[in-house]
């Protein structure tokens, strides 16, 4: 009993030596508080006061957003390529699951056979030389997994298959901001279009002024030119604008699964609000950004493969049974002295393998060191997007206010210097630099409100999926 006893323990003593080493993932400490300043970066440490918002560019407010986004999420080839890699994750989970569970075989081998006569050591003349040989048989193998190697393997698959799931959630979520981003710069192309087609029509009216101006004696043949040459050049402008516009709409039409010839966005007026951040952000929705779970899960298959690589050491263990029934004649099978049966154990190990074996454990521990350094590189580039993001939607909110009223004071101007102008106090120099830095004004206030917008849907990537109160 006492030897039994001993003998126990040593199998486990050994079992516990030749399983993976305790997981113990590495550590990357969240800030207490996001360094940018605002209402929105106090970080609460429960993780209380804002959750995550699957359908998070609704905070955008624009309907046509919404329905490119959910034809995304149904047609978009590399999300459905995403999705294909999860499956293929699944099914290789599956595939060590059954490594767990007994392997169960059926034969049926009915046959005629003839032997030779010259047969050596064939039994004389009592054998006949033709003869039945009919077999049917099951055959049953189930390996003791006393090393965890199975154990190991199946816990690396699964934590493969979330982490395949993590990078789709991951895909779907980088192609949703993506898609977002390109459709608000998209409409600040058409706010800008819009902006320089009125200019035109202005510098059009304004061009006809100076030309009747022309004929009657008062202007100049420079301020003629520079009239025509304004006017040009807001027309060369809004063609480029049209442009870049074109290539936004094939942009979006290739994310959302659409032929560029057969998809179009019709101009519409800016619609969109900029989505703010509640008070109290908590650094803890980092935890939940897909990239970072699906980098601390492939730490985890990592440390599980080492396991799984010192189990080769030990010898593989295997319960096997087989049985059926043979005879020379297919009624004979039915007889129950014609049956056969084998049971066992099948013990197998390797003796010398060349440091084959050893090879294999560093290379797992290489690869766990690998797994940890990407997921610390992860959870830290996830701090930095958070706060680069948030940098950005506080600067560019006050950008997007000082570009405003500067727009709009620079717009006075010109309109005042066509008048000053028209009365003949000014040149028309003054009214072509004024109608200039009017046109430059609005056209940087509307980009800096488009990535005031884009700092938004950044903000929302880079928390993993956005915001509710």
Same mark, same amino acid.
């Given at each position: 009993?006492?030897?039994?006893?001993?003998?126990?323990?040593?199998?486990?003593?050994?079992?516990?030596?030749?399983?993976?080493?305790?997981?113990? $993932?590495?550590?990357?400490? *969240?800030?207490?508080?996001?360094?940018?300043?605002?209402? !929105?970066?106090?970080? &609460?440490?429960?993780?209380?006061?804002?959750?995550?918002?699957?359908?998070?560019?609704?905070?955008?407010?624009?309907?046509?957003? %919404?329905?490119?986004?959910?034809?995304?999420?149904? =047609?978009?080839?590399?999300?459905?390529?995403?999705?294909?890699?999860?499956?293929?994750?699944?099914?290789?989970?599956?595939?060590?699951?059954?490594?767990?569970? $007994?392997?169960?075989?059926?034969?049926?081998?009915?046959?005629?056979?003839?032997?030779?006569?010259?047969? $050596?050591?064939?039994?004389?003349?009592?054998?006949?030389?033709?003869?039945?040989?009919?077999?049917?048989?099951?055959?049953?193998?189930?390996?003791?997994?006393? !090393?965890?190697?199975?154990?190991?393997?199946?816990?690396?698959?699964?934590?493969?298959?979330?982490?395949?799931?993590?990078?789709?959630?991951?895909?779907?979520?980088?192609?949703?901001?993506?898609?977002?981003?390109?459709?608000?710069?998209?409409?600040?192309?058409?706010?800008?279009?819009?902006?320089?087609?009125?200019?035109?029509?202005?510098?059009?009216?304004?061009?006809?002024?100076?030309?009747?101006?022309?004929?009657?004696? #008062?202007?100049?043949?420079?301020?003629?030119?520079?009239?025509?040459?304004?006017?040009? &050049?807001?027309?060369?402008?809004?063609?480029?604008?049209?442009?870049?516009? *074109?290539?936004?709409?094939?942009?979006?039409?290739?994310?959302?699964?659409?032929?560029?010839?057969?998809?179009?966005?019709?101009?519409?007026?800016?619609?969109?609000?900029?989505?703010?951040?509640?008070?109290?952000?908590?650094?803890?929705?980092?935890?939940?950004?897909?990239?970072?779970?699906?980098?601390?899960?492939?730490?985890?298959?990592?440390?599980?493969?080492? /396991? #799984?690589?010192?189990?080769?050491?030990?010898?593989?263990?295997?319960?096997?049974?087989? /049985?059926?029934?043979?005879?020379?004649?297919?009624?004979?099978?039915?007889?129950?002295?014609?049956?056969?049966? @084998?049971?066992?154990?099948?013990?197998?190990?390797?003796?010398? &393998?060349?440091?084959?074996?050893?090879?294999?454990?560093?290379?797992?521990?290489?690869?766990? %060191?690998? @797994?940890?350094?990407?997921?610390?590189?992860?959870?830290?580039?996830?701090?930095?997007?958070?706060?680069?993001?948030?940098?950005?939607?506080?600067?560019?909110?006050?950008?997007?206010? *000082?570009?405003?009223?500067?727009? =709009?004071?620079?717009?006075?101007?010109?309109? +005042?210097?066509?008048?000053?102008?028209?009365?003949? =106090?000014?040149?028309?120099?003054? #009214? #072509?630099?004024?109608?200039?830095?009017?046109?430059?004004?609005?056209?940087?206030?509307?980009?800096?409100?488009?990535?005031? +917008?884009?700092?938004?849907?950044?903000?929302?990537?880079?928390?993993?999926?956005?915001?509710?109160?």
């Amino acid at each position: 009993m006492i030897r039994r006893a001993a003998l126990a323990g040593a199998v486990l003593l050994v079992a516990g030596c030749a399983g993976a080493p305790a997981y113990h $993932p590495v550590t990357v400490t *969240a800030p207490a508080a996001f360094r940018e300043t605002g209402p !929105w970066a106090p970080a &609460d440490a429960a993780g209380t006061t804002a959750a995550i918002a699957p359908d998070w560019w609704h905070a955008l407010g624009d309907p046509q957003l %919404d329905t490119l986004e959910a034809q995304l999420a149904s =047609a978009s080839p590399t999300l459905a390529s995403a999705l294909a890699r999860s499956d293929e994750a699944r099914a290789a989970l599956r595939i060590a699951q059954s490594q767990a569970l $007994p392997t169960v075989g059926a034969t049926a081998n009915p046959g005629y056979n003839r032997q030779s006569d010259d047969r $050596p050591l064939r039994g004389g003349a009592t054998q006949e030389s033709e003869y039945g040989n009919n077999q049917i048989g099951l055959t049953a193998s189930y390996e003791l997994d006393l !090393w965890g190697r199975v154990r190991n393997a199946i816990a690396s698959s699964r934590a493969r298959a979330v982490a395949s799931a993590e990078d789709t959630a991951a895909i779907r979520l980088s192609l949703q901001a993506q898609l977002a981003t390109s459709y608000i710069m998209l409409r600040g192309l058409d706010a800008e279009s819009a902006l320089l087609e009125r200019s035109i029509a202005a510098f059009a009216q304004a061009d006809t002024v100076v030309n009747a101006r022309f004929s009657g004696g #008062v202007a100049t043949g420079i301020d003629v030119g520079r009239s025509g040459a304004a006017l040009a &050049d807001a027309q060369a402008q809004r063609a480029d604008v049209l442009a870049a516009r *074109a290539r936004l709409e094939h942009a979006i039409a290739s994310l959302v699964g659409t032929p560029a010839s057969a998809f179009a966005i019709a101009p519409q007026k800016d619609t969109l609000t900029v989505a703010i951040p509640p008070a109290g952000l908590p650094a803890t929705l980092l935890q939940r950004r897909p990239d970072v779970a699906a980098a601390e899960r492939r730490m985890y298959a990592a440390n599980r493969s080492i /396991g #799984v690589a010192r189990a080769a050491f030990f010898p593989t263990i295997d319960l096997a049974a087989q /049985g059926g029934t043979n005879a020379t004649t297919i009624a004979g099978l039915a007889m129950a002295g014609n049956a056969f049966w @084998a049971l066992g154990p099948a013990l197998a190990v390797t003796l010398f &393998d060349g440091g084959r074996r050893a090879a294999a454990v560093r290379e797992a521990r290489a690869r766990w %060191d690998e @797994a940890a350094a990407d997921y610390r590189s992860t959870a830290l580039t996830a701090f930095q997007e958070v706060e680069d993001s948030l940098s950005a939607l506080h600067h560019f909110g006050d950008e997007d206010s *000082a570009a405003s009223r500067a727009a =709009a004071q620079a717009q006075d101007a010109a309109n +005042l210097s066509m008048i000053r102008y028209e009365k003949g =106090a000014s040149n028309y120099l003054d #009214v #072509v630099t004024a109608q200039t830095t009017a046109l430059f004004e609005q056209r940087r206030a509307i980009e800096v409100h488009t990535l005031r +917008l884009n700092a938004a849907v950044s903000l929302a990537r880079s928390i993993g999926g956005g915001w509710k109160a």
